[in-house]
Nanobody, 126 residues
Framework: QVQLVESGGGSVQVGGSLKLSCVASGYIYSRRCMAWFRQAPGKEREGVASICSDVTTTYADSVKGRFTISRDNDVNFLYLKMNSLKPEDTAMYYC????????????????????WGQGTQVTVSS
């Protein structure tokens, strides 16, 4: 049974940094993708960043140059380093894992991911 558990969220001021972590148990990463999504109140869930087993990464335009997704295969952890945070980054952040390899155009689509964590809240205040 696959389980994803996020941590690392919190409150930070504009311009600050946070690093989110997600531990994936029972998940085999071979030829698959993992990603971070976020959802703000009243808004749809949106893809933030993804990383696939071939180490290719994809980022939403809104976070390019500020966020970095990475993975430690030895301990089955997924990370999201967030720098230069803005109030519009405030949201619940979710870790997700696919059940197969995803083409580039699908990697930030929530419908392509089978497994989800419970989320960790990030709040950026000015």
């Amino acid at each position: 049974q696959v389980q994803l558990v996020e941590s690392g969220g919190g409150s930070v001021q504009v311009g600050g940094s946070l690093k989110l972590s997600c531990v994936a148990s029972g998940y085999i990463y071979s030829r698959r993708c993992m990603a971070w999504f976020r959802q703000a109140p009243g808004k749809e869930r949106e893809g933030v960043a993804s990383i696939c087993s071939d180490v290719t990464t994809t980022y939403a335009d809104s976070v390019k140059g500020r966020f970095t997704i990475s993975r430690d295969n030895d301990v089955n952890f997924l990370y999201l380093k967030m720098n230069s945070l803005k109030p519009e980054d405030t949201a619940m952040y979710y870790c997700a894992a696919s059940d197969g390899y995803l083409w580039f155009e699908d990697r930030l689509s929530p419908h392509r991911y089978k497994y989800w964590g419970q989320g960790t809240q990030v709040t950026v205040s000015s």
